[in-house]
């Protein structure tokens, strides 16, 4: 099983509402990442997470917060986005341990949030 | 500052044809991989090539690692309707663990 599983797949909110994006894989995958993608442009890293604790965060504004209940699953939790927040939010795991396929990196199908 | 460039970034072809993407870098890369992403959908693992000069073949798609893994290309045959996409290159930097550079990506039509 190489899924990634994201919920929503789409989303519309206001600039006013909180939501949150889930992502879950059953890989037994120890690194886990959100991306945020803009139309035919590559993903852009957000945040890291490696073996449950937050190993890399790229600046993102605290209006994001990311959550790793335990290895399997991976939250971001939004409030107060802006319209320029409106893009492709990709969950993706990774094996996280040594050896050659270590950082494969496999990508769920996205959630399309639409900030109003 | 782009790491890895990626070209041609618009290709258009007519089933059948022949084509080569290109993914180039100043920086050594531990390893590198290939994604094809489909509208709406996230990117699809296509193949990691580790070693220098390391070449694999995945059905009609040639992908080649540059001897010094500074670079690398995908070479598609007899290319197919079904082979559109947006294609990315994203290289694993020997000193950035687990965070991938990704390239532009380039976007295939292969019209029927």
């Known amino acids: 099983d190489t899924e990634v599983t994201q919920t929503p797949k789409h989303l519309v909110m206001g600039m006013t509402n909180k939501k949150s994006l889930k992502c879950e894989q059953h890989?037994?995958?120890?690194?886990m990442y959100w991306y945020k993608q803009k139309a035919k442009k590559p993903p852009e890293l957000m945040f890291v997470?490696?073996?449950?604790?937050?190993?890399i965060n790229e600046s993102v504004p605290s209006r994001f917060s990311p959550e790793c209940p335990n290895s399997s699953l991976l939250n971001l939790h939004l409030h107060a986005l802006q319209p320029e927040d409106s893009a492709l939010y990709l969950c993706?795991?990774?094996?996280?341990?040594?050896?050659?396929?270590?950082?494969?990196?496999?990508f769920g199908p996205g959630t399309r949030l639409t900030v109003t | 500052t782009q790491l890895l460039e990626q070209s041609p970034q618009f290709l258009s072809i007519q089933e059948g044809e022949n084509l080569t993407v290109y993914c180039n870098s100043s920086?050594?890369?531990?390893?590198l991989q290939w994604y094809r992403q489909e509208p709406g959908e996230g990117p699809v693992l296509l193949v990691t090539?580790?070693?220098?000069?390391e070449v694999k073949k995945l059905k009609r798609l040639t992908f080649q690692f540059g001897d010094a893994r500074k670079d690398s290309s995908l070479h598609i045959t007899a290319a197919q309707p079904g082979d559109t996409g947006l294609y990315l290159c994203?290289?694993?930097?020997?000193?950035?663990?687990?965070?991938?550079?990704f390239g532009e990506g380039t976007q295939l039509t292969v019209n029927p």
């Open positions: 997470y490696s073996y449950e604790k937050l190993s």
């Open positions: 993706a795991s990774s094996p996280g341990t040594s050896g050659i396929s270590s950082y494969e990196q496999y």
């Open positions: 890989m037994g995958h120890r690194a």
């Open positions: 920086s050594v890369f531990s390893s």
């Open positions: 994203a290289g694993e930097e020997e000193t950035s663990g687990s965070r991938l550079t």
């Open positions: 090539v580790v070693t220098g000069g």
